[in-house]
């Protein structure tokens, strides 16, 4: 069983969504036409590239995990999306077939460097290529103070040297490669959640997952239920989702303004 096995049935509903108007934003910025090749690389239940589909002309998802790649056989279904999948590791890709763009969502720190900048260099489209590192996360300000505890709780179930890996820096992972940032963006949308939801998103995340969690997943939901209690107004927490492009692009070429 993979490390996301027993979070696929809370990914797609309760992680922080990318919001429409992410993928307008971003589209608009790398200038896509709309018969581009997108490839989601560790795509989940297929957020990104359901997202990005009305922008381009073909979508690809790639995903180890076979509950994430049926997750995103439904959602692609549901959305009336066409998405074809493949089931592996970017890292053993054997294609050689290009790609306009590839989007890494919230899975960068996932991959072996090396061996994936080794594909990426040898599915990018030359010259025009796209390598979009994405996220969405949950901002903690004034009105959102119910983040901080929520992220405390998380963090005393999730010690371990593991977690160093959450750590990793975008810029830092392409440094010495034959990519360079080219731009970023991003884009934040004010939403309404509950407790319920919450306690699912902690369990759509790998480190608190159902399978990690086992015995102690009644009592980790018990601390997150006690720890946003106070924030709850009428029944729900306000949250301000923050979701973000860092874009890149081979070393000789610079981004549309
Ligand atoms: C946190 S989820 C991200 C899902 C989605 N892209 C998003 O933005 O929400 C990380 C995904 O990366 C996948 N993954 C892990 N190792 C991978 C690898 N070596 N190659 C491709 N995908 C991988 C996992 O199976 C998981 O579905």
Redesign the pocket.
Known sequence: M???ASTVEF?ARY?EP?PPKFFKKVAEQIALRGDESLL??????G??AIGFAPFVGRCTG????TG?IAAAKIAAAEAGVEFSLIH????ELPTTQAYDVI?????LH???RDA?LAVLERILAPDSGRILI???TSAETPETAWVKSYREVRRAWTAGPEERRYGIDEKEWFTGSCFRVLGETSVAERRQVTIADLIARALSK?NTSPEILAEGQARFEAEIAAALEPFVRDGVLVEQVVARATMFGYLAHTMTP
């Open positions: 993979g490390r996301f990914y992680r990318y989601d690389v560790g795509c989940g239940p957020l990104l790639l995903d180890p995990e994430m592996g590791r970017i890292e989007t890494i969502g919230r899975a996932w991959l072996e994936t994405c996220r969405a790998s």
